[in-house]
C-alpha cells in the first residue's frame, strides 16, 4: 500500500499521527531505564505492526507482517483459522443473537479473510466493529466485510485497546473476537509469574468496561501456548520477515520522539525465552553507547536516554501461558470461562468467556 499520509519527510511531525498511533513517550523511559530494576519488558510490542508514513521511511513493521503471516513457517497465522472456525461451531449455541462483533486487531487483509471471514459465516453477527492501532488494517477489514456480508453493519474503530475501553454494543450482546495471541504483547515485569501480571489482569478487566449496558458480552480468545521445546518458540522469530518487525520499532523511537542522534542499527536482535513471565523475549542488545534526547510531541517533555553497550533490552513480548494459568488469568480479571478447546497438535489453547 503506497498511500503515505506525509509526502515527504520533512512534513511528517508526530503530533499528526496522534496520541495512539504515536510512541508512548513514557513507555521509551519504562523500556529504557538507567536503573535495570525499573524497567518494564515488552513495552514497545505494540509498534511491531506499523506501517511507513511517507515514502523511505523505516517504520514499516505492518510491511514485514502482511508478509510473515504468509510464511509456512508463521505457526499461529497458518495454524490457527481451522481451530477458529471448529470453535466457532462449538460456541454457536450459547453466542446469542443480536450481536457486536468487535474484532480486536485485525490484522492484513490475508488475516481477516483467514480467520475472521470463517467465523462471520458461521456467527453470523450483526454488526462487525474492527480495533486496530492500524488505520490501513481497520480499513481493509471494513472493505472485506462489507464486501462479502452486505447484510452485516460495519463500523470502522480506531482505537489502542490497551488504553481505551470498548464502546458499548448498540445490540442486545457483544462478542469480543480475540485471536493471533495478540494479548501476548502486553507488558511485564521480569520477575512475576504469568498470573499476577497486573498489565494482563488490567488489559483484560478493560475489555469488561461498557458491558453494564449488554445483556451479556462473551471473549472469544486464543493464545499461543508454553511449549516444551523452548527452541521451538525461539524459532518462530528467525526469519528476516520477523526480525523486521521488531527491528521496525527503533526506527519508529527515531522517528516519532524525533531522536536525532539514536542510532538504531546499533543493536543484535535476539529472542530469549523468560520461564518466569512465561514469554519469549525480544531483546535489543546495544553494541555501543549512545546517549540521545527524545520528545514527548504532545507535552513537549523532553528527557535524555542513556544506552550502554553491552546491556540487554527486552523491548518486545510475546507471552505464551499455558492452557491452566490463561483460565486462571481469566477468572481474576472478572470474566467467567465457559469452555475451552485445544488444537490437535496442542500449539494453542482457544478460550470462551462471559463477564461474570
Ligand atoms: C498478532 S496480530 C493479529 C492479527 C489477526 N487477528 C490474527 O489472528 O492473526 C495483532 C494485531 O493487533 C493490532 N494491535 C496490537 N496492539 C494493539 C493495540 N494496543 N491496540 C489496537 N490494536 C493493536 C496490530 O496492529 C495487529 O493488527
Avoid at 470463517?118 to 453477527?125: D, E, M, R, T, V
Avoid at 471494513?142 to 454494543?169: D, G, M, R, Y
Avoid at 502486553?186 to 469488561?208: C, E, G, M
Avoid at 468496561?209 to 528467525?238: C, H, I, P
Wanted: hydrophobic share 40%; charged share 20%.
Amino acid at each position: 500500500m503506497n498511500n503515505f499520509r506525509f509526502a515527504k519527510p520533512e512534513d511528517f511531525k508526530p503530533y499528526k499521527l496522534g496520541k495512539s498511533l504515536c510512541m508512548d513517550f513514557d513507555a521509551v523511559c519504562n523500556a529504557f531505564a538507567e536503573d535495570p530494576n525499573k524497567r518494564i519488558n515488552g513495552t514497545l510490542s505494540g509498534y511491531i505492526y506499523d506501517m511507513p508514513q511517507f515514502p523511505d521511511d523505516h517504520v514499516k513493521g505492518g510491511v514485514h507482517y502482511a508478509r510473515y503471516v504468509r510464511l509456512p513457517t508463521s505457526l499461529i497465522p497458518q495454524k490457527q483459522p481451522p481451530l477458529l472456525a471448529a470453535f466457532a461451531e462449538t460456541i454457536q449455541a450459547t453466542i446469542p443473537q443480536e450481536t457486536s462483533f468487535f474484532d480486536l486487531g485485525p490484522g492484513p487483509e490475508w488475516s481477516v479473510q483467514q480467520n475472521t471471514v470463517p467465523a462471520l459465516k458461521i456467527l453470523q453477527p450483526d454488526v462487525y466493529i474492527p480495533v486496530d492501532i492500524e488505520p490501513d488494517f481497520t480499513k481493509e477489514a471494513c472493505h472485506v466485510i462489507n464486501n462479502q456480508f452486505p447484510n452485516i453493519k460495519v463500523t470502522n474503530l480506531v482505537s489502542n485497546f490497551h488504553a481505551e475501553a470498548l464502546p458499548a454494543a448498540t445490540t442486545a450482546n457483544a462478542l469480543v473476537w480475540y485471536p493471533g495471541s495478540t494479548l501476548g504483547n502486553l507488558p511485564s515485569k521480569p520477575t512475576t509469574n504469568f498470573i499476577d501480571n497486573a498489565y494482563v489482569i488490567k488489559h483484560l478487566t478493560l475489555l469488561r468496561q461498557g458491558a453494564k449496558e449488554e445483556k451479556a458480552r462473551y471473549l472469544v480468545l486464543l493464545m499461543d501456548r508454553k511449549k516444551d521445546n523452548v527452541q521451538s518458540m525461539l524459532d518462530l522469530y528467525a526469519s528476516d520477515t520477523a526480525k523486521g518487525c521488531f527491528l521496525s520499532i527503533l526506527f519508529k523511537l527515531k522517528r516519532d520522539l524525533q531522536a536525532q542522534n539514536f542510532d538504531p542499527y546499533a543493536f543484535i536482535y535476539e529472542p530469549c525465552w523468560n520461564e518466569q513471565t512465561s514469554a519469549v523475549e525480544h531483546t535489543f542488545t546495544a553494541t555501543a553507547s549512545q546517549s540521545f534526547k527524545i520528545y514527548n510531541g504532545f507535552t513537549y517533555d523532553a528527557t535524555t536516554i542513556k544506552i550502554l553497550a553491552d546491556e540487554r533490552y527486552v523491548l518486545a513480548n510475546s507471552i505464551k501461558p499455558s492452557l491452566d494459568d490463561m483460565q486462571t488469568m481469566l477468572t481474576r480479571s472478572g470474566w467467567e470461562p465457559l469452555q475451552f478447546a485445544e488444537d490437535v497438535d496442542r500449539q494453542f489453547h482457544i478460550h470462551l468467556a462471559q463477564v461474570g
